[in-house]
Every structure is written in C-alpha cells, then in structure tokens.
C-alpha cells in the first residue's frame, strides 16, 4: 500500500496524483495534497518535510473558505474591523488550523515572509495565532489568508471569543489527560503492588504473569495519550537541536515504561509501572494547575473583549430602533445605551447625562460623569440614566481593542533577566543530563541494582521547571496587575527598569496640571480687538491635540495650513493672513521684532502675533493635579531627584516649582529638553519621565522609563514605555510598589528554584530519595513558584514605607 506524501493516507489510485519534491516524484491522496505539496516545492521550501515530525492534515480536513469567498475579506468594511493600521501598512491575527508541529510555523514564516510587501510573520505555536503585517494596499488580507490556504492552512481572523473557546477545548483536553493518568495509575498501582513479595503469598507464576501484564496495558495509555503532548514537545525540541523542560521528564518517563516492559517479559527485576503512573500523575497534574494559576492572570486583559454586548440597539430614522448584532455597526450610526447597560462601541453622547465606570480600562474606581458632546469608549458600564450615542470607532478600532493588543505585546515580550532565566536553564538542563549519565555509570559500578533508580530520580528531580516559570509568571501577574490600575505596560522591561530610577522628571501642562485649562485673560496690543483676536486664536487651536486647545473654545471662522512646532506655538493663515499663536520669541519673529515682556500677572500667558507684530496676550490657567504634590513626596522619600522641564516660560511654571519645592526649567524646546536628559544620563542617573505632548515624545523614548498620560497626544503614548490611562498620579507610587513586589518576588522565585535544584541534586545522586518522592518534590516547586507570582494580582494602596531600600542592581 502506498501512503500519500504529504498527509501520509493510503493513496487509492497509485500514478494518478504525482509531483516532482526535493528531486523525486512522490505520490498523493488526492488533487488537494498535490497541490499542497507542489506550492510549497515552488516556494523552495521543501525541507518542511525534512523538519515535520509527523504527517500533515489533508486539506479536505480543513474547514476553509472558498477561493472565491476570499475577496469578502478585502471589504473595507470587513478589512476595518479585522484589521489595524501600522504606520503605512496594516496588521491583522489570524487563527490557524492544521498545524501540527513547529515545522509547519517555520513553512507558514517563510512562504508569507517571501511575499512582496509581508513586513512581519509571527506564529505562536502555542495558541496558534498567526501575527501578519504588511504593506497595503499592495496585499490584502484575503490574499494571505489564500496563500495560507495553497500551503495546506485553513485560517480565518482571530477574535477573542473563538480564542476563549480554544482555550477553554485545550482546558478540557488537558483534564482529560490528568483524570485518565489518575484512574489508571490507581488501578495500576494495585496490579503492580500484588506482585511485591510482601503481598506475594500465595500467588502462582501464571496470576503473577498476568498481573505483570495488567499493569503493563494500564500503564500504557498513561504513557502514550496523557504524556502525549510531553513526548511530541521533547522531540520537537531535540529536532531543533534544543533542551526542553520536557527533555528529562520524557526519558524518565520512557526509561520507566522500557524497564517495566523488560521484567513484565522476562519476569525479572522490577515493575516499574507504578512509578511511571505516580511521576505522570503528579507532572500532569502540577503542570495542569501551573496552566490555570498563570491563566488567572490573563483574565484581566482577555476578559475585556467579554465586557462587550453580543447586540445593542440602534436607532433607525423614522422607525423604532431595531437590536442589531455588534458586527454591523457602523461609525456614524447612533445607539441607545439603557441603564446598566455595556457601551458596545467607542463614541460620543448626544443626549443623557450618566456615570460610568470606566475601571476595567483605566484603573480609575470612582464612576466619571459624562454628558453630551462627551466622548465614551466601548465596555464601559452605564450606571445612569439612558444615553444616546454616536457611533465613532467599532471592533479594532475601539480604544479597549488597542489596550488588548498592548498588553499582548507588552506580555509577549521577554526583559533581559528573563532571557538570563531562559539561558540559565538550559544550562542546568544540560548539565543535569551529563550528572544524570555520570552518575548511573558509578553506580552501575558499585550497585548496578541501585543504578537505575539513581538515574530515575537525577532525571526527575533536576528539571528546572520552577526556574523557567520563575520570571515570567510574575511579570505576566504584575502586568495584569498595572493593567487594572490604570497603568497600561507597553514595552516587558519597564518592570525591571522601574527598581532602578534615582530621577523623575516631569512636564507641567496636561502632566502635572489638569490639563483642563481655562481663559483668565485677554490683553490687547494692537488694533484687533480682542474678541476678534480671540476668535483667531481658537481658529488656530482647533484642529490641535493639546490641552491648551480646550482653553479657547469653538471658532466661527477657519484656520488653514496650520503646522505645530512642538514646544513653540501654532502657525496658520486665519482671514487672509498668516499668523503665530505661541512662545513670544517664536511668535515675534514672524515679524522680525523683539519679544514683548511678559505681563506680571500670574498665568501662563501665549502671544498671538501677525506680519506686523504683536496682536494679544492670553492668560491661561490650569489647576495642579491635587495628586501631584504626593507624587513628588514619594520621589522624594525614596531618594529621587525631582526636576520639571517644561516649554512654558510664564510665571506659572516657577508658581507650580514653588508649590512644589521642585528645580524647574522652563522655555524648552523638544531638543533642549533632550539636551536635559542626556546631562542626567552622563551623571550616572536613570531617569523617570512623565509627559503628555508632542514635544515630550523625544524625551519620553530616551528616557529609562517613559510614562504618557492617558489625554496625552497619540506621538507621545507612541513613544512612551507606559500609557497611564487613568490620568490618575496616584496611580504611579502604587506601580513602582508593585514593581518592587514584583522584583522581590523574582529574586524568591529565583532564590528557591536555584534553591530546591542545588539541594534535591546530591539526594538524588546518593539514591537518598526515590523517584516517587523527587517527582513530588518537582512538582510542588514548580507551583510554589507560580502561586508566589500571583501574590502580585493583590495591589494594595503603596506608601513610601511600603518601598524598600535595597542597592540597586545593575543586571
């Protein structure tokens, strides 16, 4: 019988499906594996079944769309909601089907890696996410989804219910694997114990046969579906010429299962079965456990997709409002939110006033008051009355989607100490591997009976499990964590980063004051009125994303060709004629003349000017955050330095300085305040920023840490380590306690994994403990470990106390 190349069926028809792969002509089930196998031959990617380690799924097992049914997805409409924009191209997750083994992420990599306009390919093998970026509108996402579908893949975009249905299958499947293991080891237990001498009274040679034989078929499932996944993940590794955590339980388990197969044949020796049944077991099971403790804290961020309505109710003109599913809204539509009802998509209120709880997406606990003209995000919870609401942003588009694929990244990325953690255990893999194999050839020399056993308990006792679970267990916990306080982690080393700041430098507007300013004054200085002069003023404000905009309120004319210059003012042409609004050197020099003195009175005063000079003086007031001052008491307790820099150059930066008792420098420009920060850095300082504007993303990317305001503009949260969504200071004393549990915990997570590792070591070589015992130990390590991680989900109100003062590490 001859088996198809690719899925390894039995082919039906021998000679009428053939390809020619990697110089030889193979035979094929069906039209389906041929062509699987001739594209993959034409991308010259036929090592994938060099690689594979075993058969592939035949296509017709795919549940896949049709080629023609593809183009749907290059619909704007459906490619808005199942994709997102990344600099020039765009970005989608897909959901994969039919991937067996790390070959077939390699062949996925590699084939879409070579398509003209493919930026970025990642799959995670282990939840089978598929993560594709690319140029647009060269590719579309059909297109991909096609080529993954030439390959032998079916795929569709992955959305987050769908991911919490596989995961919950896998829980299943996983519990399924642990209760066979635990029923059959019991009972195999009992089979294998019947024929110790000590229960062996009177028990003829065909009854001890047969037992021997029971407990070899109890056991054999235990080995081949339970320990299934571990064989298939130490072998996947071997194949990559790599050591795995599964490396050593395999051989403990498969030397246990051969020796027991020997003595069941032979009838000499002992029965190991009982052994394999009780190390699976307790593997299985803390394996099992680990899996839900680290899912607990993920709870938090893929809990947020949950928070949405499967319907809401829109409003039809003309007619009563209709529920519709949340796919088919659109931005521009408008729907009701009934009290105590979920806000389905991000938008803008129309009409009703209520509170909503906004904690799940910035950390915030009191309930915000929102009213018309007020903007809402998706997954919010109205505690009011009914509102209406103008739809603006749905599906990826929604602020609680970009939070998600944030805390992915953020959670997906590994800080440096945990690569040292990754690194540091395969060493002590490998060196157990060596210990183990040095020892059971001494033993075998002085008690050859005893050499086994030695072996056995070296290969189980020594797997680091606990040391690569030490670090990232409780950066992922520590980051759900921050997440519901409303401190939204962008980059995975900010943690460690954190434990080592001696400096904290802060922006004043939008930072630490409200960002909520109000108009105190308008000072004339030429022939413009100062109404009409105002009304420039807004003209110029209005299309800006800066605190100060809000200060000047609604236009009736139009600024046109209106540019930024961070850190100095707006120019624009407003009524026929280019004017500045800003710093009253850079609005002065418009018309080549001197900067006017600034006014005495207190506020933060810009200057509008024209071709011919100065026109008017605005004074603008924001309240200080009345967190801030706590803020900086923290700083101060734990030894910081505290600076303010700043681009205003008004008197309301030295009241703010003085209100604080801080050093302040006003005046600068994005470069001067880069300038700033590379001083600090050549003094040896690690520098802390907090800021919210464009002019502070420079700073906020070079900075140690980066931290934007939630209000903050989109360059600064782009550039920044950590977005605070809550715009909440408080919030801060409360992430760097945590981030110094967070450090403690690693450092007891580290100490006791290096701990229990070292000390279980020359037990085991000694044959001081059985392999029973050393797979109990093992297991109770590794979940010691985990269940100290989540001590890091209880976030506690942080004071300086709280803090301690332990030398900073330089690793």
């Known amino acids: 019988m001859i088996n198809c190349y690719h899925c390894q069926l039995p082919v039906a028809y021998p000679g009428r499906y053939r390809a020619s792969v990697a110089g030889q002509v193979c035979e094929f089930c069906c039209p389906g594996c041929q062509a699987v196998a001739e594209t993959i031959a034409a991308a010259g990617l036929e090592q994938f079944y060099h690689y594979r380690d075993g058969p592939s799924l035949n296509p017709r097992e795919l549940a896949r769309p049709a080629l023609a049914e593809l183009a749907v997805y290059d619909r704007p409409d459906l490619t808005a909601q199942f994709t997102h924009s990344a600099g020039q191209g765009r970005e989608a997750t897909l959901r994969v089907q ?110 001890h046969q047969i037992l021997r034989w029971a407990a070899f078929m109890l056991t054999t499932p235990i080995v081949f579906y339970s320990c299934g996944p571990l064989f298939r993940g130490a072998w996947r590794a071997l194949r990559a010429r790599h050591l795995s955590m599964d490396l050593s339980a395999a051989l403990a388990i498969g030397l246990a299962y051969g020796a027991g197969i020997y003595t069941a044949i032979s009838g000499q020796g002992e029965l190991y079965f009982d052994t394999v049944g009780m190390f699976a077991l307790f593997l299985l099971g803390s394996r099992y456990l680990e899996r839900r403790a680290r899912e607990r804290t993920l709870v938090g961020s893929q809990g947020l997709a949950r928070l949405l309505p499967a319907t809401c109710l829109r409003c039809v003109p003309g007619a009563e409002a209709e529920r519709v599913l949340l796919a088919e809204l659109r931005p521009g539509d408008r729907v009701q939110v009934p009290g105590g009802g979920q806000v389905p998509a991000d938008g803008v209120i129309l009409a009703g006033q209520a509170q909503l709880d906004e904690a799940l997406l910035t950390g915030e606990s009191q309930a915000q008051a929102r009213g018309p003209g007020e903007a809402v995000n998706a997954g919010t919870l109205n505690l009011g009355s009914a509102l209406l609401i103008e739809v603006t942003a749905t599906g990826s588009g929604t602020r609680m989607s970009a939070i998600m694929r944030l805390l992915e990244q953020a959670q997906a990325q590994k800080p440096a100490l945990a690569q040292w953690a990754d690194r540091a255990a395969q060493v002590f893999l490998g060196s157990s591997l060596l210990l183990a194999a040095l020892f059971g050839a001494v033993w075998s020399w002085l008690d050859a009976s005893q050499a086994f056993w030695v072996v056995l308990a070296l290969l189980v006792a020594t797997c680091p499990c606990a040391l690569s679970l030490a670090i990232p267990t409780a950066l992922t916990a520590a980051t759900a964590s921050l997440q519901r306080m409303g401190l939204l982690v962008l980059r995975g080393d900010v943690l460690e980063n954190l434990n080592r700041i001696d400096t904290l430098v802060l922006d004043k507007t939008g930072t630490l004051s409200e960002g909520q300013p109000t108009l105190q004054q308008v000072l004339e200085l030429g022939a413009v009125p100062a109404a009409k002069a105002l009304d420039w003023a807004a003209a110029l404000q209005a299309p800006v994303d800066h605190p100060l905009a809000r200060a000047f309120g609604p236009s009736p004319v139009v600024a046109e060709a209106v540019h930024s210059e961070p850190g100095r003012g707006l120019e624009g042409v407003v009524a026929g004629q280019r004017l500045r609004l800003g710093d009253p050197a850079f609005v002065s020099q418009l018309a080549g003349t001197a900067a006017p003195k600034l006014p005495t009175n207190h506020g933060q005063w810009l200057l509008l000017g024209n071709g011919q000079g100065p026109l008017a003086w605005f004074a603008v007031h924001d309240r200080l955050r009345p967190q801030a001052p706590a803020l900086v008491d923290y700083a101060r307790a734990r030894g910081w330095r505290v600076l303010i820099l700043s681009g205003d150059r008004s008197p309301a930066l030295a009241e703010v300085a003085a209100q604080l008792d801080v050093q302040a420098e006003g005046g600068l420009t994005p470069e001067q305040k880069l300038s700033a920060l590379q001083r600090l850095r050549a003094e ?128």
């Open 684 to 811: 040896g300082r690690r520098v802390l920023v907090v800021g919210d504007g464009a002019n502070d993303a420079p700073l906020l990317a070079a900075a140690d840490v980066g931290i934007a305001m939630g209000a903050g503009t989109d360059l600064s949260k782009a550039r920044a380590d950590a977005v605070l969504l809550s715009n909440d200071l408080a919030s801060l004393p409360r992430a760097f306690a945590l981030a110094a549990r967070g450090r403690r915990i690693v450092l007891q997570n580290l100490a006791w994994a290096a701990l229990y590792n070292t000390l279980v070591l020359p037990f085991a070589a000694f044959d001081l403990i059985t392999p029973a015992w050393a797979a109990l130990g093992m297991s109770v390590s590794s979940l010691a470990v985990v269940l100290n991680a989540l001590r890091l989900g209880r976030t506690p109100p942080a004071t300086a106390q709280e803090v301690p003062t332990w030398p900073r590490s330089t690793c």
């Open 98 to 207: 039919g991937i067996t083994c790390a070959a077939c992420a390699w062949l996925i990599e590699r084939k879409l890696g070579q398509l003209p306009g493919v930026q970025q390919v990642q799959l995670n093998l282990a939840n089978h996410r598929l993560h594709l970026r690319w140029q647009a509108p060269a590719l579309g996402l059909g297109e991909l989804i096609g080529q993954l579908q030439a390959l032998g893949y079916g795929a569709e975009p992955w959305q987050p219910d769908t991911a919490s249905d596989a995961l919950a299958a896998e829980n299943r499947s996983a519990l399924r694997r642990l209760g066979v293991a635990g029923l059959l080891w019991f009972q195999a237990m009992m089979a294998t114990m019947a024929t110790w001498p000590e229960f062996n009274l009177d028990l003829s040679p065909a009854l």
